[in-house]
């Protein structure tokens, strides 16, 4: 039996020592916190991606450096399997057990338990991809889970510095490459070329569209989509706005999706440049999240946030199957989380199966999973859409009765290779959303329109320890701290169409609150009551980078 190569992984270690005094959990996105307090994580990481690839006969495993939508000064890291979705849930205790190990021996012993308990035959290759994004600290980062490589002898590709959906699409393509169900190219070019050309032929005959102003939060996003500007700037023209990678701190600090998403305003950097009526989006630093506005008629924000690509990709699609003739065979559902603004809910639940399941993609793409196209979108812009493998077949093999028939079953084919189908991915869902506005011949102000959202107010409360905070019922309810949850029971009875939820955040030391009711005011005087009551159960401060 193959031993691991014990020397090795302790020569490493010895650069890469974990901080005596830290504790690290593979959370909503894996490992993430201060990038400064991460470098043996990192090269920990490496250690068990190889392990991963070794337990899955040699299949190429992903791992992505990037903090997303967190401060420039946060990093982080996450595995990606296979198919290109996240880690199997099984894997993420190994994760934090071996990120925890106190010293190189302990290490050393940790792994051997994984090896054990995941029953991994070591004399197996291991294949892994890599990337990063564009923070700061992510060169050193990226040598660490190197050493972590070098250690184990993992045949490892640097795929440099990409986004955060394009490193999950290559994880695919490589390992479908050659297979019947190959996903594309393995390179960014045959991610780009695969996008644009669904694109062109989704759009053609339609009118070019109006130009889109594009918020890339200072991150990576600015690089990918200035790629896919060049495929596609004919069609869709894109004003490319925040593209600034490399000055200090301007990463998601007042641009992106995240910000847009809590402060539900315009960033500051592209207020005067928008147009009323005109469409604009934002990006989040790795490029997997996407918020649409627009500014109306009298000057207000509109917000057109996951719900309501939900909304617009869910109806469409839905629409495409009955033309196609295959409503009967084809049944589209959406999975949402609590964060699902209360009326998108009722929007989409007169129309079609709605599920609610905990936030993280890890939890929304395997409910999706199981509908034959199944679409999710967190409200925060995160999501696309699953076309399940025997639907593929069908619409493959389906015989049209009808040019119309024809007509939307080739939309749908096209759909299929247009959207990301690995992971939640800001370009790839602008364009599925561009194509939609251009067959339904919407405004932005149309496509709002489909529903008006409840007043709503997202804060954030820093606690002693967050960890103390468990929730149920797909963290719509606490159960711990005890009572806590009969308070806000209480409190939220107070207020018309009030609704109202606390969970820890899997991605920043803090507890979240949300709070909707039926007018504005409300909405926020909830929230900060809520938030006051956490306040007082476990000690703390809120936030008020949410004011
Ligand atoms: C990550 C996850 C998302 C989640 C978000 C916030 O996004 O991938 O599914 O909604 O964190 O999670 P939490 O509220 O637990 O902090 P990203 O874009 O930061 O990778």
Redesign the pocket.
Known sequence: MAQLPVDAILHFSNNHAKPSHLHFQY???GFRTLASSLDSVLYRVGLLAGLRSKRLDGKTIGVMV?????PEQDNGVKLVDPRGEMLEASWEQHATLVANASSAEELIHALNEVVRVAKIDLSKPSRVVYARDTRPSGPALIRALEDGFRALGVEARNAGVTS?PILHYLVKAINTKGTEESYGEDSEEGYYRKLSTAFRALVAGKRKLEPLLVDCANGVGAQAAEKLREQIGDKLPLILENTDTDARGALNYNCGA?FVKTQQKLPPSIAPLLEKGQRACSL?G?A??LMYYYVDERGHFRMLDGDKIAALVAAFIVELVKLAGLDNTIKVGVVQ?AYANGASTKYLAERLPVKCVP???KH?HHAAEHYNIGVYF?A?G?GTVLFSPSTQQTLKTHEPSTPAQSTALTHLINLTELINQTVGDALSDMLLVEVVLAHKSYSGAEWDSLYEDLPNRLVKVVVADRNAFKTEDAERRLVSPPRLQARIDELVRKYEGGRSFV?P????DVV?VYAEAAVKSQADELAFRVAGLVYDEAGGWYDSVYD
């Open positions: 959370g909503t996105a990037t903090a997303s939508h967190n955060t995240d989040d790795d997997d999240r989380t936030t993280g993609v929304l967190e925060n995160h969970r955040s899997g991605t920043e979240r």
